[in-house]
């Protein structure tokens, strides 16, 4: 059974789905259909969408923490900017420009190129619920 960790829907109708146990992104059609697989190098936890065409992709492990967007042109995902953060990354939205990433115990706010803004909020007891 394959462990979904995020899905995100674009303005267009298609669909991209991050699928965690297969470290990868798939991008489906309006019926559902897979139209293209895409392999990531660690394991996605969120997706969301930054233009009617792009999303951003929190991957995370233990010692990588990198936010990958990718851009959907004609049926194709295609690999965008990335950039790596100092605390784990694990979900992440998209607001007027800004990205608010979470690392389990912090909200962080950055901007799209991935300058840190500010951390709004810190978890002091270490819980991961944020």
């Given amino acids: 059974m394959r462990f979904k960790t995020a899905i995100c ?10 699928e965690r146990d ?3 992104v798939t991008l489906l059609n309006q019926k559902y259909e897979p139209l293209i697989h895409w392999d990531l190098f660690n394991y996605p936890w969120d997706i969301c969408q930054v233009t009617p065409n792009e999303v951003a992709v929190t991957w995370d492990d233990d010692n990588t923490h990198v936010i990958q967007f990718i851009t959907v042109n004609n049926r194709q995902l295609v690999r965008d900017r990335t950039f790596s953060l100092q605390h ?4 992440i939205d998209h607001h007027q420009g800004t990205l ?3 690392s389990g115990t912090a ?3 950055y901007t799209i190129t ?5 951390k709004p909020y810190g978890d002091t ?3 991961n619920f944020v």
């Fill in 88 to 91: 784990n990354c694990r979900k």
């Fill in 9 to 18: 829907v674009l303005p267009g109708g298609h669909i991209l789905v991050a």
């Fill in 22 to 24: 297969k470290r990868s």
């Fill in 107 to 109: 909200l962080y706010k």
């Fill in 114 to 118: 991935g300058q840190l803004i500010s």
């Fill in 100 to 102: 608010f990433v979470t």
């Fill in 125 to 127: 007891f270490g819980i």
